[in-house]
């Protein structure tokens, strides 16, 4: 069992930043850690993950160049910077454990979520 915990959501103006955090407890070693959103009547989207080791990835190309996902030194803490944020960037931020260390497959331990909202 995993639980997560995000934290540090909020109201931001198009163009600022925020920090996502996310504690992680439970059985997390070796776990790859993902972020996903969901906007209002959209479907959840993968933002990116980051393995055990700090190796990230991001999904598609609205989020490259501003945000990056990192790890804290003691492996449970991921954060999800967020930089030069747009309106189309609000949504509903979760944070997701899979415990295949390359983050395939599915995420089968998932926070509550934190909101994000850009305004214009």
């Known amino acids: 069992q995993v639980q997560l915990v995000e934290s540090g959501g909020g109201l931001v103006q198009a163009g600022g930043s925020l920090r996502l955090s996310c504690a992680a407890s439970?059985?997390?070693?070796?776990?790859?850690l993902g972020w996903f959103r969901q906007a209002p009547g959209k479907e959840r989207e993968f933002v990116g993950g980051?393995?055990?080791?700090?190796?990230?990835?991001y999904n598609s190309d609205s989020v490259k160049g501003r945000f990056t996902i990192s790890r804290g030194n003691a492996k449970n803490f991921v954060y999800l910077q967020m930089n030069s944020l747009k309106p189309e960037d609000t949504a509903v931020y979760y944070c997701a454990a899979n415990t295949d260390s390359y983050g395939l497959g599915q995420y089968d331990y998932w926070g509550q979520g934190t909101q994000v909202t850009v305004s214009s």
């Open positions: 980051i393995s055990w080791s700090g190796s990230a990835r």
């Open positions: 439970g059985r997390t070693f070796n776990t790859y």
